[in-house]
């Protein structure tokens, strides 16, 4: 079965900090892998996505994440942390023996500190 | 063009009663989706609407929850009765027919059971 980890239940980082959030997947060929963000009161907000190509993926608010296939990885990055970045992301799988639809992983909570 | 809505945002009730969470899809997106986060865990997928027809009920927990998308427009999840594990936020999605990983999300409602 398709899995996916986000080993960092919430991570601190002080605002202009880099930041890295990880996430493996457990999958036998490579899926669609995507990052969703979600701020207080909103709905997930996709921030990029991962199809085929490049593996080095950009995305929206400046993110971008990197396709590591020997890994199973897809970390999410950002150079410097805003402190609207603040929110819960996860990470996500989909693939097409799997149908339509995303497996999640735990999510991870982000504070940024003044 | 307005987003993803869901109605009520949060919902409180005792043990044994019944709950009817209402999503509202961007206008023209034939697929919908729901999906249940159950406190500390992870996004699970519930079930898929293309226009009125269940195209994939897999995750359903029980038969307590009973969805419904008549006319294909709104959908309503009712949970009927309701136990104390069903509290968690239950998220909304929706896509156009052909874009299934192009989902959007509401903000979600949040269910206490007491």
């Known amino acids: 079965a398709q899995s996916v980890t986000q080993p960092d239940i919430h991570i601190t980082v002080s605002e202009g900090a880099s930041l890295e959030l990880r996430c493996n997947y457990s999958?036998?060929?490579?899926?669609?892998l995507f990052w969703y963000v979600q701020s207080p009161g909103q709905g997930l907000q996709l921030l990029l996505k991962?199809?085929?190509?490049?593996?080095l993926v950009q995305g929206i608010k400046g993110f971008e994440a990197e396709f590591k296939r020997s890994q199973s990885s897809f970390n999410l990055r950002k150079p410097s942390v805003h402190w609207s970045d603040a929110a819960e992301y996860f990470c996500?799988?989909?693939?097409?023996?799997?149908?339509?639809?995303?497996?999640f992983g735990p999510g991870t909570r982000l504070s940024v500190l003044p | 063009e307005a987003g993803v809505t869901q109605f009520p945002s949060h919902s409180v009730i005792e043990k044994g009663q019944t709950v009817t969470l209402r999503c509202d899809p961007i206008?023209?997106?034939?697929?919908l989706y729901w999906y249940r986060r159950v406190m500390g865990k992870e996004i699970k997928f519930l079930l898929h609407?293309?226009?009125?027809?269940?195209?994939?009920e897999s995750g359903m927990p029980n038969n307590r929850f009973l969805a419904e998308r008549t006319g294909g427009t709104y959908s309503t999840l009712k949970v009927q009765p309701a136990e104390l594990e069903d509290s968690g936020v239950y998220f909304c999605?929706?896509?156009?027919?052909?874009?299934?990983?192009?989902?959007?999300f509401g903000p979600g409602t949040r269910l206490t059971v007491t």
């Open positions: 999605a929706s896509s156009q027919v052909g874009l299934q990983y192009e989902q959007y």
């Open positions: 206008s023209g997106h034939d697929n």
């Open positions: 609407f293309v226009k009125e027809s269940k195209q994939d």
């Open positions: 999958y036998g060929a490579t899926p669609y």
């Open positions: 991962y199809f085929s190509g490049d593996t």
């Open positions: 996500a799988v989909g693939a097409l023996d799997y149908g339509q639809n995303f497996v």
